[in-house]
C-alpha cells in the first residue's frame, strides 16, 4: 500500500512537472507567434527612419538630422497603440513574456547610456579624432547590442529563426560598419537592421501561420 502511494505521488510530481513543461513551451510559442508583428512594424519603422535620415544627411551634408532618430519611438509607440485598440487580441502576459520585455528593455537602457555617454564626451572634447572616433564606434557599439537583445529573446523563445536573425543583425551590422566609408553611410547599418528585423518577422508569420 505504502509503494502504492509512493508511485502515485512520483507520477503526480512527473505529471506536474510534465505540465509546467508544456505550458512554458506553449507561452513561447504563443509569444512568438505575437511577436511577428512587431518585428515586422518595427523592422519596417527602422528601415524607413534610417533611410530618410540618410537621405536628408546625403543631399544637405548636415548631420542635425540625426535628431530625428528621437521621433522614431514616438511616433512607433502611438502607432503601435492605435493599431492594437484595433485588434481584439491583446499581449500575452507571463513569465516568459516579462522576460523578453525586460531583455528589451535593457537594450535600451545600454543603447540610451552609451549614446549619453558618448555625446557628452562630444560636447567637452576638442579632440576632432576622437569625436570622429566616437561617433563611428557609437553605431558599431548600438548594433552589436541590438543583435545580443534579439539573439537572447530568440534563446528565451527557443526559436531559431530569432537567433539567428540576432546573429545575422549584430555581426552582419559590424560587417558594413568597417566597410562603409562616410558618417552618412553608417546609418545604412540601422537599415541592414531594421530589413532584417521586418524579415524576421514575416518568417514568424509564415512559421506560425
Same mark, same amino acid.
Given at each position: 500500500?505504502?509503494?502504492?502511494?509512493?508511485?502515485?505521488?512520483?507520477?503526480?510530481?512527473?505529471?506536474?512537472?510534465?505540465?509546467?513543461?508544456?505550458?512554458?513551451?506553449?507561452?513561447?510559442?504563443?509569444?512568438?507567434?505575437?511577436?511577428?508583428?512587431?518585428?515586422?512594424?518595427?523592422?519596417?519603422?527602422?528601415?524607413?527612419?534610417?533611410?530618410?535620415?540618410?537621405?536628408?544627411?546625403?543631399?544637405?551634408?548636415?548631420?542635425?538630422?540625426?535628431?530625428?532618430?528621437?521621433?522614431?519611438?514616438?511616433?512607433?509607440? @502611438?502607432?503601435?497603440?492605435?493599431?492594437?485598440?484595433?485588434?481584439?487580441?491583446?499581449?500575452?502576459?507571463?513569465?516568459?513574456?516579462?522576460?523578453?520585455?525586460?531583455?528589451?528593455?535593457?537594450?535600451?537602457?545600454?543603447?540610451?547610456?552609451?549614446?549619453?555617454?558618448?555625446?557628452?564626451?562630444?560636447?567637452?572634447?576638442?579632440?576632432?579624432?576622437?569625436?570622429?572616433?566616437?561617433?563611428?564606434?557609437?553605431?558599431?557599439?548600438?548594433?552589436?547590442?541590438?543583435?545580443?537583445?534579439?539573439? @537572447?529573446?530568440?534563446?528565451?523563445?527557443?526559436?531559431?529563426?530569432?537567433?539567428?536573425?540576432?546573429?545575422?543583425?549584430?555581426?552582419?551590422?559590424?560587417?558594413?560598419?568597417?566597410?562603409?566609408?562616410?558618417?552618412?553611410?553608417?546609418?545604412?547599418?540601422?537599415?541592414?537592421?531594421?530589413?532584417?528585423?521586418?524579415?524576421?518577422?514575416?518568417?514568424?508569420?509564415?512559421?506560425?501561420?
Amino acid at each position: 500500500m505504502e509503494n502504492t502511494n509512493e508511485q502515485n505521488r512520483e507520477m503526480t510530481a512527473q505529471e506536474s512537472l510534465s505540465l509546467i513543461t508544456e505550458t512554458l513551451n506553449n507561452s513561447r510559442k504563443d509569444i512568438a507567434r505575437k511577436s511577428g508583428k512587431y518585428y515586422l512594424f518595427w523592422g519596417t519603422l527602422l528601415t524607413f527612419f534610417s533611410l530618410l535620415i540618410y537621405i536628408l544627411w546625403k543631399i544637405t551634408g548636415q548631420e542635425a538630422w540625426n535628431n530625428l532618430w528621437f521621433a522614431m519611438p514616438v511616433v512607433g509607440f @502611438i502607432l503601435e497603440r492605435v493599431l492594437r485598440k484595433n485588434r481584439s487580441s491583446e499581449r500575452v502576459k507571463n513569465d516568459v513574456s516579462r522576460i523578453t520585455r525586460g531583455i528589451w528593455s535593457t537594450f535600451g537602457i545600454f543603447a540610451c547610456s552609451v549614446a549619453a555617454f558618448s555625446l557628452i564626451y562630444t560636447l567637452v572634447s576638442n579632440n576632432i579624432f576622437a569625436l570622429i572616433s566616437v561617433a563611428n564606434g557609437l553605431t558599431a557599439e548600438i548594433i552589436l547590442l541590438f543583435g545580443l537583445a534579439e539573439s @537572447i529573446t530568440g534563446v528565451a523563445l527557443k526559436n531559431w529563426g530569432i537567433k539567428i536573425a540576432g546573429f545575422v543583425t549584430g555581426i552582419g551590422g559590424l560587417a558594413i560598419h568597417y566597410s562603409t566609408c562616410t558618417s552618412e553611410e553608417q546609418l545604412l547599418i540601422f537599415t541592414f537592421a531594421g530589413l532584417v528585423l521586418a524579415a524576421t518577422g514575416i518568417l514568424i508569420k509564415i512559421q506560425y501561420k
